[in-house]
């Protein structure tokens, strides 16, 4: 008898979040109610207002991937900026030297053609093409105004740093090559 309490105790499920609207339903009162038997529908426990801040927290520096090739560029001993505000789309890596900026795109957020890790989420659908069609639209337009300027534009995306732990060194041609050093 104790255990099957112990068990139900587990399959209790607080409904609502943090709003103050609390509903505790067990799993077998949840499932009565729905007929297709599917577990309950997934609550934040974050309220909007409170989820709105954290979103708001997370930026896009020093990601995993920017890291590994400021990491190779500093082994092959490129000196290099971060994030220098003043140029058209704050570029993630900035060599004055060669007048060339790096950007290092994520493939979902920056829309990477035919990548399989360029998908779109099946809730909210249009929000999400909104933002999308907005970031690869002013990804176009940093573009545009740096070569504009007269910099050097080099997009590194998130699937080719992936590879980059089988073949460090295509990554290493390509931004020799980009930078018209010979190998």
């Known amino acids: 008898m104790r255990r099957a309490q112990r068990v139900e105790r ?10 103050g609207q609390h ?8 499932a009565s109610t729905h007929p297709c038997n599917h577990p309950p529908p997934m609550t934040d426990v974050f309220s909007p207002a409170e ?9 896009g520096r020093d990601t995993k991937p920017e890291l ?6 500093h082994r092959l001993g490129y ?3 971060l994030h220098r505000r003043d140029l058209p789309g704050s570029p993630d890596i900035v060599l004055p030297k ?5 950007f290092v795109h994520g493939c ?15 809730t909210r659908a249009r929000f ?14 940093s573009t545009r105004s740096l070569r504009r300027a007269g910099w050097r534009v080099i997009t590194i995306w998130e699937c080719e740093v992936r590879k980059l732990a089988r073949h460090p060194e295509r990554i290493g041609r390509r931004l020799h090559r980009a930078l018209g050093v010979a190998d």
């Open 23 to 30: 509903q505790v339903t067990t799993s077998a009162q949840h």
């Open 68 to 73: 590994q090739i400021r990491s190779m560029l």
């Open 51 to 59: 989820r709105s801040r954290v979103m708001s927290r997370i930026r």
């Open 98 to 102: 060669h007048r060339t900026v790096i």
């Open 10 to 19: 587990r399959r209790v499920r607080v409904v609502g979040g943090r709003t």
């Open 108 to 122: 979902f957020w920056h829309r990477h053609p035919g990548c399989r890790y360029s998908t779109t989420p099946a």
């Open 128 to 141: 999400w093409r909104l933002k999308f069609e907005r970031n690869v639209e002013r990804d176009g337009e």
């Open 79 to 81: 000196r290099f900026r």
